[in-house]
């Protein structure tokens, strides 16, 4: 299957500080996903991007749509002990792959108050 | 709002036991998933299914067999449960464009 490498795979901040988490493919997608998931729940949709070069907020996320069409980034602005969980990137390659998404390893954030 | 079910949320099989996880959706989408996951591995694809009879393996296949006889359900069947299948799993539904919604996920533990 395709390969998605999802970086870091781990990080500790304080709160109050800005994340960056990245994604990136051997292939081409169309669709870019970014999901959360707390401890002990199915992962959630935070950001879905559709376009090339494309932009999105979610509140304190942003997330962008590579121009390559192989990478997505995260960010997480002034982050909050809530925002502690995995978050996981997938990709879509839309109508050849019978739906199919590909999920990167997911990146674990901590929280420091 | 989409829902996805998953019949249980804890479940503990003996070694040897067939045992059946159930998924349910409430959108008409046609595709439907499930995946494990374990510490450090990720999301592993084992089946999944892009129309009713339908179905496609994914990554890791093997010990597991799926059905799909109605659009909203999808279940996951361990023919002879094993140790190394103890894992959460995860069922997820979407319609294409649009991102998977997941359920809250199964923790099933085989003694």
């Known amino acids: 299957g395709q390969q998605l490498n999802q970086s870091p795979q781990s990080m500790f901040i304080q709160e109050g500080e800005d994340v960056s988490m990245n994604c990136t493919s051997s292939s081409i997608f169309n669709t870019w996903l970014w999901y959360k998931q707390d401890p002990g729940e199915g992962p959630v949709l935070l950001i879905a991007l559709y376009k090339a070069g494309e932009l999105t907020s979610n509140g304190r996320l942003t997330a962008q749509f590579g121009i390559t069409r192989k990478d997505s980034f995260l960010n997480i602005s002034a982050s909050i002990p809530s925002d502690v969980g995995i978050y996981f990137c997938?990709?879509?390659?839309?109508?050849?792959?019978?739906?199919?998404?590909?999920f990167g390893r997911g990146t674990q954030l901590t929280v420091w108050p | 709002d989409v829902k996805v079910t998953q019949s249980s949320r804890y479940l503990v099989k003996r070694t040897g036991e067939k045992v059946f996880l159930e998924c349910v959706q409430d959108?008409?989408?046609?595709?439907m998933f499930w995946y494990r996951q374990d510490p450090g591995l990720g999301l592993r694809l084992i089946y999944f299914s892009y129309d009713v009879k339908m179905k496609e393996k994914g990554d890791i296949p093997e010990g597991y067999s799926v059905s799909r006889e109605k659009k909203e359900r999808f279940s996951l069947i361990l023919e002879s449960a094993s140790t190394n299948q103890t894992s959460m799993y995860l069922c997820?539904?979407?319609?294409?464009?649009?991102?998977?919604?997941f359920g809250q996920g199964t923790r099933l533990t085989v003694v």
């Open positions: 997820a539904s979407r319609s294409d464009p649009i991102g998977a919604f």
């Open positions: 959108m008409d989408h046609e595709n």
């Open positions: 997938a990709g879509a390659d839309r109508g050849s792959t019978l739906g199919r998404l590909y």
